[in-house]
């Protein structure tokens, strides 16, 4: 049930210091990452699988955001709303709609300025085009570069300045450079990622020359998970005189770019309660979680004689990230009821039961129910012999009990397609050998069983490898399948966009769909771990 504004809010902004202050200019940012088109409600199963309440997406955001921009004009402060990339890809309402409808929301919420993430080129750059278009605020990347011209691309900016209250604000994007590796070339043809540190240097150099009080950077780069530990790296790094210039994380970022006051990260859809703040350049580093769960907001507190920062205070007693219950913050009507327009057109059919789990399908680095289910199912569509895919592209889990074609949206958001190729034994037995090498954890696999030791060298940790129960023949064509993305050499696996064209099947089918079909074909589904891959 949609409800109005609730006073747990108006006690939050009293909390938050929304009046007046003669000494300080204050600026109210809520910020964003990583929704990936979670703009409608949604259940919070990670807080109670069995009775999981409602999050209220983009309408109970929508509501905090309209309060506080009031609240802040009608006292002479300052609001912003910014976003640090992926914007729509990886629910139906984003993805069926090419991003239009997360766009049509953070339109009328308002937005100030959004960074390119990487999957927001998921459906090619005509799209992403399109959504600049469409856009009523602009796209920052200042390190995403027109191949033909090398400019920055004419669909979006380096940066903006805002000259708010007496305050000069500059904003700039910075776009991972490992979307190049993370994109199929073709929608990204014609476009350059460049390093991410000269880029931001040379962006926020060029807006101090121009005055600006105070730097935001919007960088579709996350923390470390562990941030104590990834400082410690940083600092055997300046000890080693070593400094990182591209495939940064947001640390990096903030400890080698001179000049940035605040930074706003993601990517790795990892929240942080309290910004990390780099000793050396004193940065502020805020990061939400991802999937539009969360609002993060900072009240930013600046000096009005010297206009530079004096502190910061949080919404929350310990957070600044807002989970998004409609218990507490309670849905926008007219933000709700355009969203759900929207959802009930594009999500037609989606909630229809397809199969039942007796088993929770969980996944993980490694072999696990959701991983068998995947790859067993990429088999049974394609006739292959063996089939692999990536740990990355599983994106959710399934608790036992009914599944809908909404779940498995959930599980495989991205679209990705089968593909068969034609491989001998030994070049199979490489390609899996390199994903295990050092420390790295592998592939999920159907239609045969590895066993390897972690303490052999690299290129010979794998003991037993056999398909359909048969030991591995070195010189034996098999069938493999996997998906189009690991097919173009995505995820470490470049040998394979090295594979002639005729040794390849396009077979068209979606993993979703062949999923799906396997869902419906062997339910009630009882997949358990089989040992298949096993590691000594």
Known sequence: ????????????????????DDDNLNIYICYTNDIHGGITEQEADFLNPNFPPMLGGGASAANIIFEYRKRARENG???????AGDIFQGTPVGTKTAGKAVVDYMNQVGYDAVTAGNHDFDLGKEVFVSLTKQANFPILSANLVDKSTDSIFSYIKPYIIKEVAGLKIGIFGITTEATEQMSFPQNIEGLNFTSELPAAQQTVDALRRQGVDLVIGLVHMGLPYNAEEGYKELLEADRQNVVKETYLNAMEMAHYVKGIDILF???????????????????LVFQNYGNGGNLGMVKIEIDRASKSIAGYTLPGKDSGLMLLTEDEYWPNQEIYTSIKEVQNEVEKGYDEVIGISEYALTRGQ???PMNNLICDAMIDASGADFSFTNFGGVRSDLKAGPITP???????PFGNALVVFHLKGDFLKDLIEGKIAGNRSGLAIGGGQIIYDRARDDGDKIEIFNIAGEPIQKDKIYRVATTDYLAEGNSGLSQLAEIPETEIDQTGILLRDAVTQYIQKMSPLKIKIDGRWQKQ
């Open 1 to 20: 049930m949609i409800k109005y504004f609730n006073i747990f809010l108006l006690i939050g902004f009293i909390a938050l210091g929304l009046a007046a």
């Open 77 to 83: 402060d300052i609001f912003l709303l910014l976003d």
């Open 265 to 283: 990260g993601g990517h790795i859809h990892k929240g942080y309660d309290e910004p990390w703040a780099d000793p050396k350049n004193h940065t």
């Open 366 to 368: 490694g072999e696990s």
């Open 406 to 412: 909404r779940d498995v949206f959930k599980v495989l």
